[in-house]
């Protein structure tokens, strides 16, 4: 159990155009879903944390109005790339937490990559 | 502040070699650590995790970290490795003892397996 899935796997996009990634919990219900985002040889950086139902969290220096994140249910968080440059390509995951108490863990989806021509 | 450090960018062993990755944090409260493993352009697979109890921590795949509080360390090892085991692995830390506590990764340390 504990499967998270993202959608799409991969996308290129023209500049400018704005893009969706979708990050589900298909077996459990998550109340905390976080998105990172990775570039190429380096680690993964939080950029947000969303729970369901509220506005999201950004990290410092994340633009809340370029990286959209709606977290409308307990099982989809989505994270929409605003007015997207190539400097947005990078590989987002999503991970979601199926709460409660410690000694839980967050579940890694299998990541999006994306390219900005 | 939080931190998580991986000394090692890159190390190179034999197969049939034993292996281990060096990881420290630094973190003010009882640390939450995990292993990650990521095989190229792929996601992030949970190799471990200590939370508390037993500072030596077995995983999948023929893993095992330990944990020493004294030297702030977290460090993996596997007493033979498998070309299978060439990826790219992260030390993580939670900070918090929920599965809502934002976790802190370290830069990665590139495995490679020489034949």
């Known amino acids: 159990g504990a499967v998270v899935s993202q959608h799409p796997s991969w996308v290129i996009c023209k500049s400018g155009t704005s893009v969706k990634i979708e990050c589900r919990s298909l077996?459990?219900?998550?109340?905390?879903m976080f998105w990172y985002r990775q570039f190429p040889k380096q680690s993964l950086m939080l950029m947000a944390t969303?729970?369901?139902?509220?506005?999201?969290?950004?990290e410092q220096g994340v633009e809340k109005d370029k990286f959209l994140i709606n977290h409308a249910s307990l099982t989809l968080s989505t994270l929409t790339v605003t007015s997207a440059h190539p400097e947005d390509s990078s590989f987002y995951i999503c991970?979601?937490?199926?709460?409660?108490?410690?000694?839980?863990?967050?579940?890694f989806g299998p990541g999006t990559r994306l390219l900005v021509l | 502040a939080q931190s998580v450090t991986q000394p090692d960018i890159h190390i190179t062993v034999s197969e049939g070699a034993s292996l281990e990755l060096r990881c420290n944090y630094s973190?003010?409260?009882?640390?939450?650590l995990f292993w990650y493993v990521q095989s190229p352009g792929q996601g992030l697979q949970l190799l471990l995790k200590?939370?508390?109890?037993?500072?030596l921590v077995q995983g999948i795949k023929g893993f095992e970290a330990e944990f020493k509080r004294s030297q702030s360390s977290f460090n993996l090892r596997k007493p033979s490795v498998h070309w299978s085991d060439a990826a790219e692995y992260f030390c993580?830390?939670?900070?918090?003892?929920?599965?809502?506590?934002?976790?802190?990764f370290g830069s990665g340390t590139r495995l490679s397996i020489r034949p």
């Open positions: 200590y939370f508390s109890g037993d500072t």
């Open positions: 973190y003010g409260a009882t640390p939450y």
């Open positions: 969303s729970n369901e139902g509220s506005k999201a969290t950004y």
């Open positions: 991970s979601a937490s199926r709460g409660g108490g410690g000694g839980e863990t967050q579940y």
């Open positions: 993580a830390v939670a900070l918090g003892g929920s599965s809502a506590s934002k976790i802190i």
């Open positions: 077996d459990f219900q998550a109340t905390t």
